[in-house]
Nanobody
Framework: QVQLVESGGGLVQAGGSLRLSCGAS????????MGWFRQAPGKERDFVAA????????YYADSVKGRFTISRDNALNTLYLQMNSLKPEDTAVYYC???????????????????RGKGTLVTVSS
């Protein structure tokens, strides 16, 4: 099992940037595919981005493609999400997630991941 703790959320104006981080502990971080999901008030949790265990493959939701970048540092057991050109509709609680299943972004969007952190709130003001 893996424990996940997110950080880096906050309040930012539209057009601004934030970088989220996710620290992992427990079993070997590099053996997991990792991802970010988000849940806006009153809405279901949505897939945002994912990265393979090696970092060699990345997947993005259409709504964030070209604005967000997911990356990982296996030596530091840390996952990142660089968010640029933020929009008010990006406002949500962002969750870090991990899975031992290596699959595609569409798979993760449909089935989610096995482990999840408690989330960090991102608020984008207009």
């Amino acid at each position: 099992q893996v424990q996940l703790v997110e950080s880096g959320g906050g309040l930012v104006q539209a057009g601004g940037s934030l970088r989220l981080s996710c620290g992992a502990s427990g079993r070997t971080f590099s053996s997991y595919a990792m991802g970010w999901f988000r849940q806006a008030p009153g809405k279901e949790r949505d897939f945002v981005a994912a990265v393979s265990w090696s970092g060699g493959s990345t997947y993005y939701a259409d709504s964030v493609k070209g604005r967000f970048t997911i990356s990982r540092d296996n030596a530091l057991n840390t996952l990142y999400l660089q968010m640029n050109s933020l929009k008010p509709e990006d406002t949500a609680v962002y969750y870090c997630a991990a899975t031992s299943i290596e699959a595609s972004g569409s798979y993760y969007a449909r089935y989610g991941m096995q482990y999840r952190g408690k989330g960090t709130l991102v608020t984008v003001s207009s």
